[in-house]
């Protein structure tokens, strides 16, 4: 493993009586460093509006979508799907029924059609879900699909695809059965991976686009079942790194900069950029996750201690975006739905002087202090603010005697150290599509073991709530769950994490939502067509 520098330790005194300065100071020192210019690009036949993503850690995040689920979501329709302000709208289905106390939805299909001509049917719809849920199925929500009949079963191989609770009594007519009530199936049915794709090579459109001959070039879908009602603008796409999509926004190169969370904050909050930044919250958690299997942090006493002195109000109020960037206490976003609130620990309540002499007792009772210090190895993805984060996090640390040296790889090597275990504590920032608790539980199972980690008491309530049918108790036993992993800290929570965006004046049908959601066919420029 390479050598990566230490930050060094103010003293207990100044760390103790001014924290919050500190870590705005810290913060800002890295956030103001200048940025470079990156390449111009080409201009479109048609003037569309044109979208620069973020490629690397931004798009990356766990849980959000990339560009190839934003190209999907454009060219191929859902059940439902996404408005301009992240609602839940039909979609292929022109309506739907909730019966059976919410165990059984009946979709009615409307009028649409391939390219080709035939009729887009619930058989479909059944052949996709089936596929999407069998073994080899690509869809990332397959463990939130578990309360549909048999799917357990399916996905794990000991059912046929055909036992799945989704039928097609008629063609037009698409019905899903539940074990037991999911609130977020309406929105989980929305998300790109569970469109409905044929199996040609490529795939024939249904949505509001097609691609041109450019790969990232986006035009009308004349099979489109809503093409005499509205013709969506043109969209030529872009990926890209950070630096580079600010330069094409500064220069008037691109009309929308999107698809980042953290990573890139700091770099577009310049006042060249303040009219035209777009800020929403997410249904997510930013931390760092602790190998617990080995090493200094399976002593739960070390992460007890390290937990509880992240001085994540003072990162949150640094950045000057709450609400929308939350402290976190838990491994639940603290932006998930009220009645999952309080799963937190109970040193929440104490003061942070309360907090810091807590962790000096617990770092004491297992051997470090500032003369007998202990150096962690902390994984981060490359980006100027999750290193300015740590660093104010070890500015903190460092009276304690506890010192980070933070390796720093690009995206795909940074996931393949969280996957071998390569680090003592690593940077997870994980986004979730719906209001699905257990989507930040569930790693922390003890079938996945992330991080080496494993509570079978939490296990129990987590089966429990799987089988439970009433929603407050199922609510209340996932709550349970969370306190317990809580204590644990098997993860260090810091904040719920945001996206950005940048958006110029003359585009029209962007809304910011908490879904994140932006589908292009409502998008237009004051040059598109």
């Known amino acids: 493993m390479k050598t990566a520098p230490r930050f060094p330790p103010p003293s207990a005194r100044a760390m103790r009586t001014r924290m919050p300065r500190v870590v705005l100071a810290v913060l800002l020192a890295f956030l103001m460093l200048p940025t470079a210019c990156g390449m111009a690009g080409d201009e479109g036949e048609y003037a569309p509006v044109r979208i620069v993503w973020i490629s690397g850690d931004g798009a990356g995040a766990v849980g959000m979508a990339g560009l190839d689920e934003y190209l999907t979501a454009a060219q191929h329709l859902g059940l439902t799907a996404r408005a301009a302000d992240g609602r839940i709208v039909p979609g292929l289905a022109s309506s739907w029924r909730v019966l059976d106390d919410g165990r059984t939805y009946v979709f009615k299909l409307r009028e649409a059609r391939w390219p080709d001509d035939r009729r ?45 609770g989704v039928d097609n009594p008629r063609e037009d007519v698409v019905t899903i059965t539940l074990d037991r009530p999911q609130p977020a199936l309406l929105a989980m049915l929305a998300h790109p991976s569970l469109a409905i794709v044929r199996r040609d090579n490529p795939p024939p459109p249904s949505g509001a686009y097609r691609s041109a001959d450019e790969e990232t070039a986006l035009v009308p879908n004349p099979a489109y079942y809503e093409r005499d009602l509205a013709t969506p603008a043109p969209i030529m796409l872009l990926e890209t790194d950070v630096t580079t999509a600010l330069a094409r926004f500064r220069r008037g190169e691109a009309d929308i900069v999107t698809g980042a969370a953290t990573d890139g904050l700091s770099a577009s909050a310049g006042d060249e950029f303040l009219a035209a930044r777009r800020i929403e919250a997410t249904l997510g958690l930013y931390g760092y996750l602790a190998r617990t299997g080995s090493g200094p942090l399976a002593d739960t006493r070390i992460r007890r201690a390290l937990a509880m002195t992240v001085p994540r109000e003072d990162i949150a109020a640094a950045y000057n ?52 210090p202990l150096t962690l190895d902390v994984a981060l993805p490359l980006g100027r603010d999750h290193e300015a984060i740590l660093t104010a996090i070890a500015r903190v640390w460092a009276p304690l005697g506890v010192n980070v040296r933070a390796f720093k790889r690009p995206p795909d090597l940074h996931r393949r150290a969280l996957e071998s275990g390569d680090f003592d504590l690593a940077l997870t920032e994980r986004i979730v599509p719906a209001a699905i608790p257990e989507f930040f539980l569930s790693p922390f199972g003890c079938d996945a073991r992330l991080g080496g980690y494993c509570n079978p008491a939490a296990d129990r309530l987590l089966d429990e709530a799987a089988n439970e049918e009433d929603p407050g108790t199922r609510v209340g036993l996932i709550r349970r769950a969370a306190r317990l992993i809580a204590e644990d800290a098997p993860i260090l929570p810091v904040f719920s994490p945001v996206r950005w965006s940048l958006v110029a004046p003359g585009v029209s049908g962007w809304e910011d939502n908490l879904a994140g959601a932006h589908p292009p066919r409502y998008l237009s420029g004051e040059g598109a067509s």
């Open 120 to 164: 887009i049917t619930a058989g479909d719809v059944v052949a996709v879900m089936q596929r999407q849920i069998a073994p080899g199925g690509t869809t990332p929500l397959i463990p939130y699909l578990f309360d549909v009949v048999e799917a357990k079963g399916v996905a794990a191989n000991r059912k046929p695809p055909r036992m799945l």
């Open 321 to 372: 975006l709450v609400p929308a960037m939350q402290p976190a206490y838990g491994p639940l976003a603290p932006t998930l739905p009220e009645p999952y609130a309080g799963a937190t620990p109970d040193w929440t309540l104490w003061t942070p002087a309360i907090r810091f002499a807590e962790a000096t007792r617990l770092l004491a009772e297992a051997g470090h202090a500032p003369d007998a």
